[in-house]
């Protein structure tokens, strides 16, 4: 049963720390996403690959977030130095643009709470 | 800027009581719309895509339908497992990935 992971399910970290979440897209999804979740903003964009280069990075902070591809297996975010206002749930989603449905299939999210 | 809004943020039902969740969008050139489920603690989980008006799914006790401005997610005689926060999500011409409404939380009682 195929489905995307997450690493680490929840983190626990202190102001000013760094934080980086990790993702495994469903093996020869070309598309990976990066979602943000808070009962406030409901989900959001953060970051979108295709074929691993970034196409659209716009919703991120760029001073303190980072996403990358090293390879097609993996997918990192990084967050230097967090804030309290990142505390939200990271959804990683991966995709292939050309199946029927163009579906995203979500990753259990990682929960962050930044102190 | 493309936009969805969802209604109503939350439902109560009876089992057995149908009803319909509604997602107004605003888009230019819609490429897809979609309709998610998400269960407490866990990431969102695809039901449908609908490409054009008038287009129609059905999924188990579900039905989603389409028109040039919103979409509706039916729920025939639901169960309490039926209970979840139901997303929807829109895909623009000029879009690169997928905008949500805020969701409907579903509660059906027993």
């Known amino acids: 049963d195929a489905r995307v992971t997450q690493t680490p399910r929840h983190k626990v970290t202190e102001m000013g720390q760094e934080v980086t979440m990790r993702c495994q897209p469903i093996?020869?999804?070309?598309?990976v996403f990066w979602y943000r979740q808070t009962m406030m903003q409901g989900l959001e964009l953060l970051a979108y690959?295709?074929?691993?280069?970034?196409?659209?990075d716009s919703g991120m902070p760029k001073d303190r977030f980072s996403a990358e591809m090293p390879d097609a297996t993996l997918a990192t975010l990084k967050i230097q130095p967090s804030e309290p206002r990142d505390s939200a749930v990271y959804f990683c989603?991966?995709?292939?643009?050309?199946?029927?449905?163009?579906?995203?299939?979500f990753g259990p999210g990682t929960r962050l709470t930044v102190l | 800027e493309d936009q969805v809004t969802q209604s109503p943020e939350a439902l109560r039902l009876q089992e057995g009581e149908s009803s319909s969740l509604n997602c107004s969008y605003t888009?230019?050139?819609?490429?897809?719309l979609f309709w998610y489920r998400q269960d407490p603690g866990k990431g969102p989980e695809f039901l449908f895509t609908?490409?054009?008006a008038g287009e129609e799914k059905e999924k188990e006790r579900l039905k989603a339908t389409l028109t040039k401005k919103e979409s509706f997610l039916h729920i025939t005689a639901p169960k309490p497992e039926d209970s979840a926060t139901y997303l929807c999500?829109?895909?623009?011409?000029?879009?690169?990935?997928?905008?949500f409404g805020k969701g409907t939380t579903l509660s059906v009682s027993s």
């Open positions: 989603a991966s995709g292939l643009p050309l199946s029927g449905d163009n579906e995203q299939f």
């Open positions: 609908l490409y054009s």
């Open positions: 888009v230019s050139g819609l490429r897809g």
């Open positions: 093996l020869g999804h070309n598309t």
């Open positions: 999500a829109v895909l623009g011409q000029a879009g690169t990935a997928l905008i």
């Open positions: 690959f295709r074929n691993r280069a970034p196409l659209d």
